[in-house]
């Protein structure tokens, strides 16, 4: 049983003792992971500060660790337990948790699972259920257009087409403009206003009319969307280290399915109101949903504390959401796995400068192509998954319905490929498996009219097509790891998600109207991405460990004193440092 009072007094034996440096100490490498951590030749004396023995640590709170003990010491070994590099790494002045930052704090595994299943409660929970409004209100339009949506408004499948190039496009320019502004007045205000205004765009499309009003609303609504995704997953990288922000991203789009699966449910409901008042139900949809997500957007200027020891409010109670003790160890575990984050308070602008500098970050462009072909092979088929449903002789009802199924499959494979990659370590090998998992789906397609085989197996060749385990979760954490700085990431983020939005704009062309109904000429072009996607996950692989290799033979070279010479002179700056590491 836990004994608060055994844990105390070790907590406070341990504070009372003082560091042992020597002179021969080695420099640590700033690995993959991003953690830093002494090497193992690093001589320690009897009374120095005592730490946790690594272990695998948990991802959830919920996971059983049998053979951890939860009264047992967590605070795992950093620079900031060794005078000299502490200096290096020391957090700004002006940092937002400055006054918790404390490396002799210690505290306990049982304290470090009750402190993050505090934070998944009252900050994940949250985020995921804005992200889940902001599904709602993009993705509606799939649902509309098992409802006659292009027929009432004169539209057909290359206007729609041109619909969906004008959000992506509209979506893509906006990103920068929102991550500046973000980053400069705080994702805690920006977001809920973002949210309200999207919402205000998606309510007017009930009164859409023609081509004009219709392409007017998608270009609103993304640029009123552009950037909330990068700017959540920064928020969000407050509060988690490196590995726990990986799977829980996966959670973060999980929830973008879960909304999708709702949304089918709502859809199948709300567009039977088609003739009420003398409306078409897709109207009623685009309202209703846009209400909703208002009440979530309202919701988000009260229920999202600008950081870690920011939670005090009038809404949120005087004493904040944690408590003094809580704060010290949200701040301390995250600083100690990536002391680059305290580097930036969470209300500094960030500079055009720092823009040109993400942009030409050679390291990060083989992300960022990737970014603009891992998802097309499945980007025409999901667009029009529900126009082939009702061309196959599906009503509006059960077609809604049957895309249900599809958005959970991709919910639990998305988590799977997730929960695998952190488990193996590995990243590169495992987004190709989405690769290989469309591959023959995508050569059924293309081999086989399907409008001339049975529906239902029409469905479930598209279903599990689309239930392949997306590895966008992976690769947004996998950049973020690989920038290794809060300047870069903020930047790098958006770069790379607007490479996803290129490639959205991309696959909105890729099966036309020329084309239908069996689109061989589409299919046949998404079968041949797939092989060079696999291609390319390969020479990235490749590539980060030649960059590792190259660095580490300089790095050997270098005596002990001429690293200690290099960190204290040198003007490189996140992933360009000599000491860091790229996750591959």
């Not at 009930?206 to 997953?233: M, N, S, Y």
């Not at 988690?240 to 999708?260: C, G, P, Q």
């Not at 690989?482 to 062309?509: D, E, H, K, P, W």
């Not at 079968?527 to 996950?537: D, E, M, P, S, T």
């Amino acid at each position: 049983m836990h004994n608060p009072t055994n844990d105390d007094s070790k907590l406070s034996d341990a504070r009372s003792v003082v560091w042992q440096s020597s002179n021969d100490d080695e420099i640590p490498l700033l690995r993959d992971d991003q953690k830093v951590t002494a090497s193992t030749s690093t001589r320690r004396d009897s009374d120095t500060l005592p730490l946790g023995t690594p272990i695998n640590e948990k991802i959830f709170w919920w996971q059983k660790t049998p053979s951890v003990d939860g009264d047992a010491i967590a605070t795992q070994e950093s620079v900031f337990d060794d005078p000299v590099l502490a200096k290096r790494y020391e957090p700004r002045p002006d940092w937002e948790n400055i006054h918790r930052f404390d490396p002799s704090a210690r505290w306990t595994w049982a304290e470090e699972h009750n402190v993050v299943r505090k934070i998944d409660l009252k900050i994940m929970l949250f985020a995921c259920t804005t992200f889940m409004a902001l599904q709602l209100d993009r993705a509606n339009l799939s649902q509309a257009l098992s409802d006659n949506f292009l027929g009432d408004l004169g539209l057909d499948t290359d206007d729609y087409n041109l619909g969906n190039t004008v959000f992506k496009l509209a979506f893509l320019c906006a990103e920068l403009p929102s991550q500046v502004l973000s980053k400069w007045i705080g994702p805690d205000r920006w977001v809920p206003m973002q949210m309200c205004l999207w919402s205000l765009v998606s309510i007017s499309q009930f009164w859409l009319k023609d081509k004009t009003t219709f392409l007017t609303t998608r270009a609103l609504l993304a640029i009123c969307e552009g950037g909330f995704i990068p700017e959540i997953i920064l928020y969000l990288s407050y509060f988690y280290k490196a590995h726990e922000l990986s799977i829980r991203l996966a959670l973060f789009w999980a929830a973008m399915s879960l909304s999708d699966i709702i949304a089918g449910f709502l859809a199948a409901g709300l567009l039977q109101l088609r003739g009420f008042v003398g409306l078409e139900g897709w109207r009623w949809l685009f309202l209703i949903e846009g209400i909703l997500t208002l009440i979530v957007g309202l919701l988000a200027s009260v229920l999202m504390p600008p950081g870690p020891t920011q939670t005090a409010s009038g809404f949120r109670g005087k004493k904040g959401w944690f408590t003094a003790r809580e704060e010290v160890i949200m701040v301390n575990r995250v600083i100690r796995d990536d002391p680059s984050k305290g580097d930036m308070h969470n209300r500094q602008p960030i500079t055009f400068r720092l823009f040109v500098q993400s942009l030409f970050d050679f390291d990060l462009w083989p992300l960022y192509i990737i970014g603009l072909v891992w998802e097309l092979p499945v980007v025409p088929p999901k667009q029009y998954l529900t126009l082939v449903l009702r061309d196959l002789g599906f009503s509006t009802i059960v077609t809604n319905l049957l895309t249900v199924p599809t958005t959970f499959l991709s919910m639990c494979s998305i988590m799977g490929i997730t929960y695998m990659s952190e488990l193996l370590n590995e990243r590169a090998l495992v987004c190709m498996v989405a690769q290989i998992w469309a591959l023959p789906f995508l050569l059924f397609l293309y081999v086989v009219d399907i409008t001339q085989i049975s529906r239902w197996v029409a469905w479930g060749v598209l279903t599990l097509l689309l239930a392949y385990p997306s590895p966008h979760a992976i690769q947004v954490s996998w950049n973020s790891r690989n920038s290794n700085a809060v300047r870069l990431r903020t930047f790098s983020a958006a770069i790379y998600n607007m490479s996803v939005q290129t490639a959205g704009i991309m696959g909105s062309n890729i099966y036309r109207a020329d084309d239908k109904p069996r689109y061989r000429r589409g299919n046949r072009k998404l079968v041949l991405i797939v092989g060079v996607n696999i291609i390319l996950y390969a020479l990235i692989k490749l590539y980060y460990m030649w960059r590792n290799k190259v660095r580490e033979t300089k790095w050997e070279a270098m005596s002990a004193e001429q690293k200690r010479i290099y960190l204290d002179t040198t003007s490189d700056e996140g992933n360009k440092r000599l000491d860091f590491r790229f996750a591959h």
